[in-house]
Structures are given as structure tokens and as C-alpha cells.
């Protein structure tokens, strides 16, 4: 049986780029473009009329920057994923908007057939990250104190989510409960103080959890 095709919203506040990236995925049979945004307050309003399955959100835009329109997607328990497109990668742009619940972060050099492959697993439900960004988040030490660690099982766990497992699918892997799962999901986020799956990616990088 075929993919669903993926629906995909750009958010970019410049036509050059939107354009580019519309021209790059229309080509695609996996994807379809229903719609572009040239800031954060239009990326809401078409992410409620269009139910895209993915946002492709810059940061920098004028009327409302891409982490707040991600922080109020997340607000809303919006199903949409987001994978922020930009050119920055300091930790002042990166953390707030993993923090706001983007579900993955490129840059904009990135090559086309990495970009679509990022899109994908995005639609999955996958946290996607640049070398770069994930390099910056491993080297970041802001704990003052040893955090606790997590235990061999929630290591296992925490690599699942990593590779994109669901809840079910990580239950089946290590062949115990889903409720079993959701427990240790839970552990995982109180040790790393996070409270969705990409954050807990995210510091599992900067902690040197995962490579």
C-alpha cells in the first residue's frame, strides 16, 4: 500500500525561498504543497484551515517569529509537525525553538535529498537534527549538578524515540507493555526536565546519551 502523501506548509518570509522550496517538493510525487505563509501569524492561520501534516517554519519573520508560532501550535495541541528551516544555528535560536516543540531543525544549505528525507520523518513523528546543531547541543554543559541518570532500560527507550519509534512499536521492540513504555517516557522526561519527544532528543545529544 502507497504513503499518504505528505501535506506540507511553508512559512518563509521570502517568495525567493518559498518559491525554491515549492518548485523542490511539487516535484515529488510524496509530497504536496497546500500552502505558503510569510510570517508566523499567516503560518497559524493556514496551519487551522489547511491541516498540513508538516510546517517547514523560518525563524526570523516579521508580525510573529517562527518559535512563537511553533510555541502556540503546541499550545493549541495542533497534530501538525514542524521542522524549522533556517540559517542560524546558535544556541539563542536552536533551544527555544526545540523548546517550543519543533519536531527537528536544518539548515538552509542543506542538500534537497536530505531536506525531503528530513520532511518525511518529520510526518513520522521523528526528531531530525543538523550535524551542527546536534554537535552544538552535545557540547552545551548547563547543569551545575550531576542530573540523575536514566536508567539501561529508558536508555533504550530514549534511543527509540530517537529513531522515530512510537510508543506501540518501542512496547513491541523490547517486548514489554505500552503502559510499560509510557511509564519510562515518563522517567525520561523528568531526569532530562523536558516535557515532549524532541526536547528529550535534543538533551539526550547534549548529554552525550545518544550519538
Do not use: C, W
Not at 526528531?127 to 532500560?153: F, I, K, N, Q, T
Request: net charge negative; proline share 6%; charged share 25%.
Amino acid at each position: 500500500m502507497p504513503e499518504p502523501v505528505i501535506r506540507l506548509l511553508i512559512a518563509d518570509d521570502h517568495p525567493i525561498v518559498r518559491d525554491g522550496l515549492r518548485g523542490m517538493f511539487t516535484g515529488d510525487d510524496r509530497f504536496e504543497v497546500v500552502g505558503e505563509a510569510g510570517d508566523g501569524e499567516e503560518a497559524l492561520a493556514l496551519a487551522r484551515t489547511l491541516a498540513p501534516d508538516v510546517i517547514l517554519m523560518d525563524l526570523r519573520m516579521p508580525r510573529m517569529d517562527g518559535v512563537t508560532a511553533i510555541r502556540r501550535l503546541t499550545e493549541q495541541g495542533a497534530a501538525v509537525r514542524v521542522l524549522v528551516l533556517t540559517t542560524f544555528d546558535t544556541e539563542s535560536e536552536v533551544l527555544p525553538a526545540i523548546e517550543a516543540g519543533a519536531t527537528g531543525y536544518l539548515l538552509k544549505d542543506a542538500p534537497s535529498d536530505e531536506l525531503m528525507r528530513a520532511v518525511v520523518a518529520a510526518s513520522r513523528g521523528e526528531a531530525v537534527l543538523a550535524p551542527s546543531v546536534a554537535m552544538r547541543l552535545m557540547g552545551r554543559v548547563r547543569e551545575p549538578e550531576s542530573p540523575p541518570p536514566l536508567s539501561d532500560r529508558e536508555l533504550e527507550v530514549l534511543r527509540l524515540i530517537a529513531a522515530g519509534a512510537t510508543n506501540r512499536e518501542s512496547a513491541a521492540r523490547l517486548f514489554i507493555s505500552e503502559a510499560t513504555v509510557k511509564t519510562h517516557v515518563l522517567h525520561i522526561y523528568a531526569k532530562l526536565g523536558v516535557n515532549d519527544r524532541a526536547a528529550a532528543v535534543a538533551v539526550g545529544f547534549q548529554r552525550g546519551l545518544l550519538a
